[in-house]
Structure formats: C-alpha cells, structure tokens
C-alpha cells in the first residue's frame, strides 16, 4: 500500500500508486517513472492497455489524428478521420513533407499535391528510384495485364 503525502503542493508516494475506479486499478504510477494506463504492470514509460483498442486519440474535437492498435486486425492503425490529409515530415516541420497522403488516397514523396496514385519529386540531382540488393533487379509499370517491364 502506497502511503501519499502533499507537501508544499505536490503529492509523492514512496511506492507504485494506483488510482482505483471501484475495484478496477485504471491508472498506475511506478515509483521508477513508468506510467500504466489499464495495466497496473507497465513495461514502458508510457504503457496503455486495453481489450479492443489500445493506444492514443488526439483528437481536436471533430477529427481524430492518431488512431491505435486495433485487437481484432492485429494491424497498427495511423490515420486521419473524415477524409483528411496526412503528413510527415522529418527533421521538424518543412514547407514540403516528406511523405504525403492524401484523402482520397494518393501518395506523394517530396510532392504535398500528388498528381497520381503515387508521385515522386526529387529537386536535387540525386536518383529518384532506385532498386538494388536483389538477383535480378525488374520494375513493371502498366495495368495489371501489361506484362511488360524495364
């Protein structure tokens, strides 16, 4: 049992403190700095738990922009809600990310307005594409019936 102290506005406990709903341990703070949301055994600094859905939500009230482990897909959920696009860029924030995807399911890498399924800009003089470390290096562009390739 964690014994809780307030001194001078700010409450300590010298072991693991759990915040109970009824008989459910829901919150768990280790005395080492880890942190249990649904699980009273966290393994990360941060650890969420749950049935169904385990993760984080931020969410601006209308739009959700991060989703989370999904139980029953076994897949990890990053997305948008209601249509939106989707950003990422590395290195901080730039005028151009990284990689963009679009709503309506379009790609663009170093391209924010792709103008097909999948669009590639490269400014520099660097190459574009580049496929190595296989036997016989082969990339088809057409429809799925065109058996051509380069």
Excluded at 76 to 98: E, V, W
């Amino acid at each position: 049992m964690a014994i809780i102290k307030v001194l001078n506005g700010k409450v300590s406990s010298s072991t693991d403190f759990d915040l109970t709903v009824g008989t459910t341990d829901v919150i768990t703070l280790e005395a080492g700095g880890d942190v249990g949301i649904g699980t009273t055994n966290p393994a990360n600094t941060l650890d969420l738990y749950g049935d169904t859905y385990a993760g984080i939500g931020i969410n601006d009230g209308t739009n959700a922009f991060i989703q989370q482990w999904h139980a029953s897909y076994g897949d990890f959920i990053l997305g948008t809600t209601s249509n939106k696009d989707m950003r990422i860029y590395a290195n901080g924030l730039h005028a151009t990310p990284n990689l963009f995807l679009s709503g309506s399911g379009r790609v663009g890498i170093g391209d924010p307005t792709p103008g097909a399924m999948l669009q590639v800009h490269n400014a520099g003089s660097n190459q574009v594409v580049a496929v190595t470390g296989v036997t016989n290096p082969y990339l088809t562009i057409g429809t799925s019936s065109n058996t051509g390739g380069f």
